[in-house]
């Protein structure tokens, strides 16, 4: 109604100005009178028990708020999928770095002292596990069977498959931790306010987990807790289920001291060291075609190490084994998977969320394969892509608005992937015959993304959001999709500012305030701008027909001010104008959870990356010359911002490949918990990363739209170790590759070709 | 006159000394003297060892971590935070036009890197822009679009990013 619609506009992010100017407030910038500091005791040995907690000399332990798990007044775990993950651990604990002890005081140099002068007396484990293989050969104990989830996909018939294969590949493949580094430290600010209600504002994704968690707790009705979002400075899934924790001990810390605000921040070294990550994978492939290349089977066993507590690896677990055939046909196959328990500090959710560690298996495997068949990667890929008419591995039927091949093509184009690809092998045959030491090589990555919840999870959700307007027909998206830096705030508004037919400046996000917004599921899963954009577009409806209806708003040509008076009268009758809608998943979505089959996904966002790399035998450095990243999202929301979003997350995907090594100390914590020795990579280190995207129609979200926050993640892994491969014929299984790998790599290459 | 060290300086214009009381301790961060006693918490502490650059500030012109910077050394320096920056500076533009900024949290100390670049060199290469900002880790942009944002700030107008094709 109002001419050129805000979906598709590069429109300028609503929190920019504020964000620029130093001007938005985070966590760590909130204070109040009479505010206390909190801190943290932590266990120190991988796994035990806690014997004895001593408060030493030297400290006035009555100037202090003191909480231990005896002071908790409800239950004593975080509400996840088990309630296996303590609070404050008491007793018997599984790893390093578990809370025991808060203390609280307004004085934080006064709490460092106190924090360093409690003394826990822990009879450590003897038999600590702490790799995937240990804990699955029991050399050690963690949990009865080591095992918290054991997942089987099974098409076909794998002896068949195995039958009709004219030629195997067989490899091993891992990948290792990564840490979030959001810039933003966690933290939690909880007080009781004038009304009696416990408030708890901070850095978050997820603000109902946090209120779950809280109630539990305190024992509080949610009535009497109230959980508010700052500005969050970024996530990437790290604030999805640990903020839960920093919120209750923050609570039992203000509940101690009678109400007073109590401040919890993290600084970087106990982030670090404390907060999930990114699970290690062990991926052992089979996988074998006719001699043309169609595929004849597939055989995985996907293992994640979970570390100390379920947390989330059961759904981590289960979209790894969904991805791990990769965007292939194949009539065969068989994927195990596996989440391990170890004594290292539980992992958790990262953007891709066990994708990226079963897609880099799979692509590796495809190379291998390709090379075992002579034939390039790409020939390979093209003869197994999914095309409309096929049904993926896990069952979902490939329709016609999916164009794989043409997201490929593009990328060949814009990478001019097979000119280079020959350029290479000519320049590293000329520095080979010269004895010069640069070699180049470049891989290809194809991959897919299911956006939102798996299966039926967002069944389960039935997320809920609301539209609201005022008299002046000022309009509010209501809703607890957070902002961490993703877009939310402005993409919603864009959706639902097309659906009324008012400009984008009428539109904001309300603060996400669990006390005003309803439970829209949590901020995770790609799931933000396609299932809880697609209910604020319906919501967004309902609004504009009930206003048609009630208060004489033209079913045409309303401009702004018509639809601000239609708002004045519909209010004069009525105390408020909003209108609200609940998710229903596409009559598509039909997966059983137990076989794993049927559609697990509303939609998938496809991609083809291709990353050129230039490698120095002589200091074993692995430069990243260019990156092209091509994928179809459906349709795009906000060009700038998804834009924003593929470059990012192919950049953190490049620390993942090239950079971020965890280093696990003896007791199974992050020994590299700082910036300084926990590498991400800088403005210096990245190459040109050229982003386009495809927009074909059918995606399940508002005007089309698909889940895309999480993709990019997935293939910068695969490309860029397949270059590496490419450039010096090496084998390299495994990420990161830091140049010592490389060392090791090629002094195998020399090994292989001598013997 | 005066007995104790003689310590004053400027921070986005206002005077801080030991002389009255506005200095604590010459111990003190810098970071902690803007955002506690300034009040000012546009300046961030992301790891607090001078590594992420989110506490950026510009000492005398120059970018500096004001978390490894005690007040002390500060005697007759100018402190430019970003809530000294001025609202019209064309890198606040150009950072909302190339949608520079996500989580922000890197933002004000990035903008501040950005400053001291076009300061000493209003018109840099894409190269020089990649190695002035490489003090300042973001995580969520990948960079592309701050480097676009600088160059656009430099050029003094024009479109920056605008989105991939």
Not at chain 1, 359 to 386: K, S, Y
């Amino acid at each position: 109604m109002s001419g050129r619609g805000a979906v598709g506009a590069p429109v300028v992010r609503k929190d920019a100005a504020a964000k620029i100017l130093g001007e938005a407030r985070y966590v760590d910038d909130l204070s109040c009178p009479g505010m206390l500091h909190g801190a943290t005791v932590r266990t120190r040995s991988a796994g035990g028990t806690v014997e004895r907690i001593e408060f030493g000399p030297g400290v006035d332990w009555s100037s202090f708020v003191v909480v231990t798990a005896s002071d908790i007044p409800g239950v004593n775990a975080t509400q996840m999928i088990e309630l296996d993950q303590p609070v404050l651990a008491s007793g018997r604990y599984r790893h390093a770095g578990e809370p025991v002890v808060l203390l609280a005081h307004a004085d934080r140099r006064l709490l460092r002292e106190a924090v360093a002068a409690v003394r826990l007396h822990e009879r450590p484990n003897p038999s600590p596990v702490f790799s995937i293989d240990d804990a699955l050969a029991l050399r050690g104990e963690v949990c009865p069977g080591n095992v918290y989830r054991d997942y089987r996909m099974e098409r076909g018939d794998l002896a068949a498959g195995e039958a009709v294969a004219d030629v195997v590949f067989e490899g091993r493949f891992e990948t290792g931790s990564q840490e979030h580094v959001y810039i933003e430290p966690q933290g939690m600010l909880a007080q009781i306010d004038a009304a009696g209600v416990l408030v708890v504002e901070g850095s978050m994704q997820c603000p109902y987990y946090v209120l779950g968690t809280l109630t539990a707790v305190t024992g509080r009705d949610p009535g009497s807790v109230r959980v508010v979002q700052c500005t969050t400075g970024g996530g990437f899934g790290g604030k999805e289920e640990y903020p839960s924790h920093i919120a209750a001990h923050a609570a039992l810390l203000s509940l101690r001291a009678g109400g007073r605000p109590v401040k919890l921040v993290y600084d970087r070294a106990e982030d670090m060291l404390a907060t999930p990550k990114r699970h290690p994978s062990r991926t052992l492939v089979r996988i074998g075609a006719r001699r043309d290349g169609r595929l004849a089977f597939l055989d995985v066993d996907f293992a994640l190490d979970g570390g100390a507590y379920t947390t989330l690896s059961p759904v981590v677990l289960s979209r790894g084994v969904i991805h791990a055939p990769g965007p292939y046909a194949c009539p065969h196959a068989r994927v195990r998977g596996r989440a391990v328990a170890t004594n290292h500090p539980p992992n958790g959710a990262f953007r891709g969320f066990g994708a990226p560690q079963s897609i880099f298996a799979i692509e590796q495997a495809m190379d291998g394969l390709a090379r075992a068949l002579g034939m390039t990667p790409l020939e390979l890929r093209r003869v197994n892509l999914l095309r409309p008419g096929d049904r993926s591995v896990p069952g979902q039927p490939i329709d016609e608005t999916t164009d794989f091949d043409a997201v490929l093509d593009q990328a060949l184009y814009e990478s001019d992937y097979l000119a280079r690809r020959e350029a290479f092998a000519a320049f590293n045959a000329g520095n080979a015959a010269a004895g010069l030491p640069l070699r180049r090589g470049i891989g290809l990555a194809t991959f897919h993304h299911g956006a939102g919840f798996t299966g039926n999870g967002e069944v389960v959700l039935a997320s809920m959001a609301k539209v609201r307007a005022d008299r002046r027909g000022q309009v509010e998206v209501v809703a607890s999709s957070s902002e961490m830096g993703q877009g939310n705030t402005t993409s919603l508004c864009q959706v639902v500012a097309d659906a009324l037919g008012v400009p984008l400046e009428r539109v904001t996000q309300a603060r996400v305030d669990t006390h005003d917004v309803p439970d829209s599921g949590p901020t995770v899963a790609s799931r933000t701008c396609m299932v809880v954009g697609l209910i604020l577009e319906q919501a967004a409806r309902r609004l504009r027909a009930e206003l048609v209806a009630k208060a004489g708003l033209p079913v045409e040509g309303a401009d702004e001010h018509a639809f601000a008076a239609a708002c004045a009268r519909y209010l004069d009758g009525h105390p408020t104008l909003e209108a609200e809608a609940r998710y229903e998943p596409p009559a598509s979505v039909q997966w059983d959870e137990v076989v794993f089959e049927g559609s697990p996904y509303a939609s998938y966002a496809w991609a083809s990356y291709v990353a050129e790399v230039e490698v120095d035998l002589t200091t074993c450095e692995v430069a990243l010359t260019g990156f092209t990243a091509v994928q179809e999202v459906g349709r795009v929301v906000n060009p700038v911002i998804a834009a924003g979003q593929v470059e990012g997350g192919v950049v953190q995907g490049i620390g993942f490949a090239l950079f971020e090594k965890v280093v696990w100390d003896g007791n199974g914590t992050m020994a590299n918990n700082r910036m300084t020795n926990y590498i991400i990579p800088t403005s210096a280190d990245i190459p040109p990363v050229r982003v386009f995207f495809q927009e074909q129609p059918g995606g399940a979200g508002p005007s089309g739209a698909k889940g895309l926050g999480e993709l990019p993640m997935d293939g910068p892994g695969p490309a860029i170790l397949s270059a590496v491969n490419d450039a010096l014929g090496t084998r390299i299984a495994s990420l990161p590759v830091l140049p010592e790998d490389v060392m090791d790599a090629l002094q195998a290459a020399s090994a292989r070709e001598a013997a | 006159m005066s007995e104790g060290p003689v310590l004053s300086f400027t921070l986005n214009g206002r005077v801080f000394s030991a002389a009255d009381g506005t200095v604590p301790s010459p111990a003190m961060r810098l970071l902690d003297l803007i955002r506690l006693h300034a009040g000012q918490t546009g300046t961030k502490e992301g790891c607090g060892e001078g590594e992420c650059g989110a506490c950026a500030v510009l000492v005398d012109g120059e970018l500096a971590n004001s978390c490894l910077v005690p007040v002390g050394q500060l005697h007759g320096c100018t402190v430019t935070s970003i809530e000294g920056l001025p609202r019209n500076d064309p890198l606040v533009a150009a950072f909302a036009r190339a949608g520079a900024a996500q989580c922000g949290i890197c933002t004000p100390g990035m903008v501040m890197a950005a400053r001291a670049l076009l300061d000493r060199d209003p018109h840099p290469t894409l190269e020089a822009v990649r190695e002035a900002l490489a003090g300042n880790l973001c995580r969520c942009t990948g960079y592309v679009r701050i480097h676009a944002a600088v160059l656009d700030a430099a050029a003094g107008e024009g479109t920056a990013g605008g989105g991939a094709s």
